[in-house]
Nanobody, 122 residues
Framework: QVQVVESGGGSVQAGGSLKLSCAAS????????MGWYRQAPGKERELVST???????SYVDSVKGRFTISQNNAKNTLYLQMNSLKTEDTAVYYC????????????????WGQGTQVTVSS
């Protein structure tokens, strides 16, 4: 059983910054790939950023150079630093974590956070 608790959302003006946090807890030995998603009203949920076990990160083109994903392994916590925010970034942001099913992360289970609202005004 894994619990994912997300926080850090809020309302900011365009050009401002926010830092989202995602804490995972429960019965697991390790975490696999983790990432952030977002969903705006009337749109599909999209993958924003991921970090793999080897440290490789990825970002959707629209946030490259503005968002940074990071993690604190000791605290099982994932972060998303968001700078130079635009009105287009307004959405509910979700954290997703994976835990291995058996001996590796080739087979894994996915757990979601509750979502946190980010609103960017002009």
């Amino acid at each position: 059983q894994v619990q994912v608790v997300e926080s850090g959302g809020g309302s900011v003006q365009a050009g401002g910054s926010l830092k989202l946090s995602c804490a995972a807890s429960g019965n697991f030995i390790s975490l696999c790939e983790m990432g952030w998603y977002r969903q705006a009203p009337g749109k599909e949920r999209e993958l924003v950023s991921t970090v793999k076990r080897d440290g490789t990160t990825s970002y959707v083109d629209s946030v490259k150079g503005r968002f940074t994903i990071s993690q604190n392994n000791a605290k099982n916590t994932l972060y998303l630093q968001m700078n130079s925010l635009k009105t287009e970034d307004t959405a509910v942001y979700y954290c997703a974590v994976h835990t291995p099913v058996s001996w590796s992360c080739l087979a894994r289970k996915k757990y979601w956070g509750q979502g946190t609202q980010v609103t960017v005004s002009s």
